[in-house]
């Protein structure tokens, strides 16, 4: 199978023109053409009026090696790379012919307790997803609720205003990324093409096949549901167990008193001093959890994938030792302008071609200040939606449903921030940074859950809004207009007023004076860092503990945190096989 890249045909092709693309590529008479199918689709919208597809194409040939030869100085043409996913198979083969690799019989039949994995976000999920597929039998516990009664809680938070704070926007099957644009994209480096297993899963469960190919693929909350319960019941047929409405108070964890310190292993991955450690520089071992409610389940392996939202697992973790680091993070706000702006400004002629569907931006300035400003999480004909996950906070995020025909267009502009400049108060002092900063929202919003806004017009000129302009915002409940200047540090809202009119040039009517800004985006990714070994995945200083995804500070996104999950899978795998 050969790969030929930046194959480029308009935008109005017929399909039919592929093939001739193909020929002409490879210079080979038709006969010679066995095969071939789109790896990738994306868009070169660099020059509007001319708005091209670019194609990655697999071919099938007649004589690969000859053709090879033939066009060797041509970097467009490779053998494509094998992106089928090998572990789960290995596992099956060597216990097929009763080969000792892994052995997860020796905990699914012997007696020893199985491995628990909490919380399914994405991260949770395919580390449940993989472990059952290998053979494991593994128990997962999430403090919410089942997908679809999560969602009924979620959308009573957004029409009514009342907030369950174990089933939300963050908490629940799913995770947070069920209440968002879908995407599944990513710029991680993905060597062993973990994203494509995803992509496979997510098409097995009901994710439309174009997911496989697109450069930007998405799918939208209400197609994110019923995937999920899919990949839950493969779960169970494969062994597995789910358990909602718990939610884990505790993890044992028995310190080693006079084995090795925190010191003796810093070389493994984690770059930490054992001041930072809580005092509990010693090696511990995972025992077992403790739900609320008083239930012991002794495990030990423990996959621990919160999300970035669970702040007190995080403290409970800080407070057993457990290894913590606060990390960097962004705080800032919504932003919405209507799709047919954006539209308009990416493709010109072609803004309302069927093909193409709502456009998207990407956007970054740094200011004077010293200070990084960027969108983030861009939802094209989506909503702002309300996803604290505590009383008396207000917290923004965006969503898009498949069609993303919305009338607006939503993305997050926010500031890149670093414990060292803003938050050096300790491990968890990101989580009490976040946490000040929704509580004024909070009040600047009346003192409800309404989101305090302010036109982008009246921001710029430094004057409250009592009003709304031609942009109608979505959030729900409610906007409650006002001045936002004080809704974040003043290094912030100073970037962000910088910013703005920098965006403009880039985009025509960024600065757009009835646009609407919402407060505050809080949660772009975890405040702490449960530091891991590079070689095993476990805890620096806690063996047994895999910390994962997006609130261990590994992940940012479906697709990162989904492998990420694949890949604790796997370190679990092997831990048990090393312990049989």
């Known amino acids: 199978m050969l790969r030929l890249t930046e194959i480029c045909l308009p935008l109005t092709h017929p399909q039919s023109a592929l093939r001739p693309a193909i020929l002409s590529r490879l210079k080979m008479p038709a006969d010679d053409l066995e095969s071939f199918e789109v790896f990738r689709r994306g868009v070169d919208a660099r020059k509007p009026q001319a708005i091209l597809f670019v194609y990655t194409i697999d071919v099938q040939v007649r004589d690969e090696a000859k053709v090879l030869a033939r066009l060797n100085t041509d970097r467009r043409v490779s053998v494509a790379p094998d992106m089928g996913y090998k572990f789960v198979a290995r596992v099956q083969e060597k216990m097929a012919h009763g080969g000792a690799t892994v052995h997860s019989s020796a905990a699914a039949h012997n007696g020893a307790p199985r491995p628990i994995v909490i919380g399914m976000g994405p991260a949770g999920l395919f580390a449940a997803l993989i472990l059952a597929q290998s053979g494991f039998r593994p128990l997962v516990l ?174 409970m973790l800080h407070a057993r030792g457990v290894f913590i680091q606060a990390k960097p993070f962004s705080i800032g706000f919504r932003i919405e302008h209507p799709q047919s702006l954006i539209n308009k400004n990416r493709y010109g002629k072609n803004a309302d071609s069927p093909l193409l569907g709502a456009a998207d931006y990407k956007l970054v300035h740094h200011a004077k200040n010293g200070r990084s400003v960027y969108s983030f999480c861009m939802c094209p004909g989506g909503t702002v939606v309300a996803a604290t996950s505590e009383a008396g906070r207000v917290v923004t995020n965006g969503m898009s449903q498949y069609s993303r025909n919305e009338r607006n267009a939503n993305a997050g502009i926010v500031v890149g921030i670093s414990p060292e400049q803003d938050y050096p108060g300790g491990p968890l002092a990101g989580i009490e940074f976040q946490r000040f900063w929704e509580s004024r929202a909070f009040e600047l919003g009346g003192g409800s859950y309404l989101a305090p806004g302010q036109l982008v017009g009246d921001f710029l000129a430094r004057r409250p809004s009592t009003k709304l302009g031609a942009v109608l915002p979505s959030y729900t409940p409610g906007v409650h207009m006002c001045d936002l200047s004080t809704a974040l540090p003043d290094y912030a809202i100073a970037a962000i007023r910088e910013a703005l009119p920098v965006f403009a040039k880039q985009l025509k009517g960024f600065d757009l004076p009835d646009a609407v800004l919402t407060a505050v985006e809080s949660r772009t990714s975890s405040p702490i860092r449960i530091a891991r070994n590079d070689h095993d995945l476990q805890s620096v200083n806690t063996r047994g503990l895999f910390p994962a995804g997006e609130g261990a500070g590994y992940a940012g996104g479906i697709l990162s945190a989904a492998i990420d999950g694949i890949k604790i899978a796997e370190a679990v795998a092997l831990s048990v096989n090393m312990k049989a």
């Open 142 to 315: 999430e403090r919410g609720k089942a997908v679809r009664e999560r969602t009924v809680d979620t959308f009573r938070m957004w029409r009514q205003g009342v907030l369950d704070t174990e089933s939300n926007t963050q908490f629940g099957e799913g995770g947070a990324g069920t209440f968002s644009d879908g995407k599944l994209y990513s710029q991680i480096k993905d060597p062993k093409h973990y994203g494509r297993k995803v992509l496979r899963e997510f098409v097995d469960a009901g994710a439309p096949e174009e997911i496989l190919y697109v450069s930007k693929p998405h799918i939208g909350t209400f197609r994110l549901v019923g995937m999920v319960e899919k990949m839950r019941a493969k779960i169970i047929e494969l062994g597995g167990e789910i358990r909602f409405g718990c939610r884990v108070e505790e993890i044992e964890i028995e310190r080693d008193a006079n084995g090795a310190s925190v010191e003796n292993i810093s070389a493994r991955g984690a770059n930490f001093s054992t001041s930072e450690a809580n005092g509990a520089n010693k090696i511990g071992r995972v025992r077992a959890v403790v739900l609320a409610g008083g239930e012991r389940i002794a495990s030990d392996h423990i996959v621990l994938a919160v999300g970035h939202s669970a702040r007190d697992t995080f403290a």
